[in-house]
């Protein structure tokens, strides 16, 4: 079965933040809210600097979705994990469970309250209506419905963020890392990291 | 002057320390999957300034990428976090039932005392305006802290929504309410310690010696107050961005876990203290809010709170 997937060639990354900057204008995303974000280790160190792109990793056995104490989180049959917003009361857990970081949360109002999660949704959209103005407000747009990928995959200009059935991100992944004489029995950042602690 | 033994003495701590000590050899033992190597070593480091979590440094270019963009050492704390948090769901209503189920033997075994008041017009002043609006103020701030908090895990049933994201709102902001009200009966709760005791300013706020049993109780009400209003306000305050979260993450997941620890306990010590208060005794309320108690009543239930009344010059 069709499982989706982000994978990101850290060998390829250049710490452009494009994915960041489309994903945020696409879904209209509010300021302080990242759903991607790239970060650098080594920076500066000639040979040693590496980046990744990184948001929700759609887990088989999400985490996030186990610990949600209003089970506002459901798993489509492609592996896509979205949430409802109008279920979500804001409390956080899903941060402490999420290996990945991936939920986020706004500041509302004068007073800066924490407002409800929002993360990558993998530009699926959410419950409601398929391609409707409400589902736009609340969760961006939903470019899988309309054939897309989403579009931090489809505009990063060096093909490092790559997103799709799995097992065709696989084969590119060993593709790649073959090519570079590397191990292709580890697998990407985060494919194992909920599973291994690594 | 009558002498009393070691055991007498010190029951009420050695039967908590016993209590405490079984259950913790259970949830610890049994129950929990938190890996409490890294847990002490990780406070260790807190203690110097660390909060990062990582405790070593990287042995591979992937472990330090994993460090940098998702936080260090997941399956230590993490985990445990998703175990507690979904058997609070679950489980919780089993806390309670057992805890109710103790006060109900010991009801049954000890009986009520119900003192007899044959002078209801002779009332003695115990509390001064001050220490009712803090003892009220305690009162509600906890109970809407208890309804709030657990509307976390109670929203499950009501499907999440508008009410159930209010009141989670409300217990932050009660919850930094509480950090004054907490502070002052912390206070008054370290009262009977030797050097605060001479101290006159201690000695008005609440007069009154307490029984170790009690005292136990205002100890945990300290020291778990403390967690709370500590882990609350750091959670509330420390909220990570996309960029920080991998420095903050490990921190706030220990953060949560003492939240939830010191809730269980602060929770059991102040179901403890209603039974002892106004189960295993009979109660009076309107003493609370007058801040009068009839003289018999406190010669039967309280007859150290009257001596100490005595000694201040207060009666």
Redesign the interface.
Known sequence: MTRMKFYCD?YRCIDCNGCVVACKEAHEIPV???RR?V????EGIEG?Q?S?S?ACMHCSDA?CQ??C????FYIRTDGIVLH?K????????C???C???AP??GHEGIFG??G?MDKCTFCAGGPDDTLSETEFEHYGQNRIAEGKIPMCASMCSTKALIAGDASEVDKIYEYRTAKRGGNTS?KP??WE??N??? | MESKTFWECNKAYILTALGLGVVGFVFVGFMMIMDWGYLIQYTMHMMIGDTSGVLTAPASELEQMVNAAFGPAYNSVAPEIIRASNERQEYIWYVFFAEIMIFVFLYVKNGRLTPTITRPDDMVQVLTPFQRTVIWLNIGMILMLVLTGFNITWSLRSDGGDLPRLLREFHELTGLAWIGVWLVFTVIAAKDLKGWRKNTLFRHILPGSFKPSKRVIWFFYAAMGAGLCFSGAMIITLHPSSLTHADVIQFRRVLLYLHFGASVLIMFFILDFVYASAISVKGYLKGLWTGSYPREYLEQVAPDVLEDLKKAGRQ
Not at chain 1, 39 to 42: G, L
Not at chain 1, 69 to 72: G, K, L, R
């Open positions: 850290d302080g809210v990242n974000r970060i650098t280790i080594n040693k590496k990744l990184v985490p186990k610990v104490p209003t089970d506002c409802d109008d279920k979500c009361i804001g409390c956080g857990y941060l402490y469970a290996p990945f970081g986020q949360f309250v924490k409800v580890l950042y985060g990291a909920y291994n602690g690594k």
